[in-house]
């Protein structure tokens, strides 16, 4: 008998491969432990998929290898002879890649993750949402699975990701010589998109009335506001935006108390890794966390949801209102009932 080989495809971005990963484990319960998974990605998110202890092989491809460089990886990925292929990103191309993997004689069986663009149209254009309430990103890449006869059973299942010893080290020793002993809370203020981010201030606010808590801030590097967090108390503060690598920041959020975020993908990563946090929902739709642990705090405004990433403009007189009207307060009660300082 054939053994099950499966190959998922999510090429971007961030947010998405973390909700993504959430199905591996689910697939190779199905299918059994011997069979095969492996992950076709965009080549800056492949140490990403990497961290999957469940993955086989991840395929990487570079987008600046442009429509021809995309056909040769598409008949390599076609020489594996996969059995089953879930397009988890459904773009264009993803859809030239199932186009040459279905050109076999024996044909894999395709799944497709739905775009959902008529519903998206009349969510964002007209104010009618047909999508669940809320929305949460991660049971929306199980749901396409029931064809595979799949379900997300009762409680949302953990990833398990494997860190190489030098990021392990490296982190640990950060929160050795910084913290200590004490618990670390993680600070996510920047996003993609500057509308679903929590106003500065009240960071700065919600650091001031914490004045018991240690607080590491995650950023890249042009995030150069993060600074001003530091600058508050510097004791207290680390801001490490733009000094960890990516996969450095997951193995942060692994080790933290709490994370303190918008909908971004290290809220995501807190979310799969079972990792306590609060969440800041304002103008996105689909970036709803599926944990217990996390508690998602919103206001509730007849102009909400606007957008699906965070772009786009504000139609409310004080922008970002929805954001604005998440006090301080508000996240710091939450933050020390969940840490229990």
């Known amino acids: 008998m054939e053994k099950n080989k499966v190959l998922i495809i999510r090429f971007s971005s961030f947010g998405d491969i973390v909700q993504c990963s959430s199905v591996v484990e689910l697939i190779r319960q199905r299918f059994s432990p011997s069979a095969i998974i492996d992950w076709a990605t965009r080549s800056d998110f492949e140490n990403l998929v990497k961290l999957n202890a469940e993955i086989n092989t991840v395929w990487s491809f570079d987008k600046k290898l442009g429509l021809i460089g995309l056909i040769k990886f598409a008949f390599k990925l076609r020489n594996e002879k996969y059995t089953h292929v879930y397009d988890a990103h459904n773009n264009l191309r993803s859809n030239i890649l199932k186009f040459f993997l279905a050109s076999r004689i024996i044909c894999p069986q395709i799944i497709k993750r739905p775009k959902d663009r008529l519903k998206r149209i009349l969510l964002f254009n007209f104010r009618i949402n047909k999508f669940p309430n809320p929305f949460i990103g991660i049971e929306s890449y199980v749901v396409p699975l029931l064809k595979w006869e799949i379900q997300k059973g009762e409680n949302p299942r953990l990833v398990t990701w494997n860190f190489s010893s030098a990021v392990e080290n490296k982190i640990l020793n950060i929160k050795a ?25 009240h960071w700065k606010t919600l650091i001031t009335i914490m004045p018991n808590a240690r607080f590491i801030v995650l950023g890249g590097k042009e995030d150069l506001f993060c600074q001003e967090l530091t600058d508050i108390d510097p004791v207290r503060v680390l801001n490490l935006a733009g000094k960890l690598s990516l996969i450095e920041s997951c193995k942060l959020v692994q080790i933290s108390e709490l994370v303190i975020s918008a909908d971004t993908g290290l809220l995501h990563v807190a979310d799969v890794l079972g990792v306590k946090g609060i969440s800041l929902m304002g103008p996105t739709a689909f970036g709803f966390t599926i944990s217990s642990l996390i508690k998602t705090l919103e206001v509730d405004l007849p102009c909400r949801p606007c957008s699906k990433d965070g772009s786009g403009s504000c139609s409310q007189k004080t922008y970002q209102l929805c954001m604005v009207n998440i006090n301080p307060a508000m996240v710091a009660n939450e933050a020390q009932n969940l840490v229990h300082e």
């Not at 913290?179 to 106003?199: C, H, N, Y």
């Open 177 to 201: 010589e910084t913290v200590g002993d004490k618990k670390i809370i993680a600070l996510v203020p920047s996003a993609a998109w500057e509308m679903k981010r929590w106003p500065l201030e």
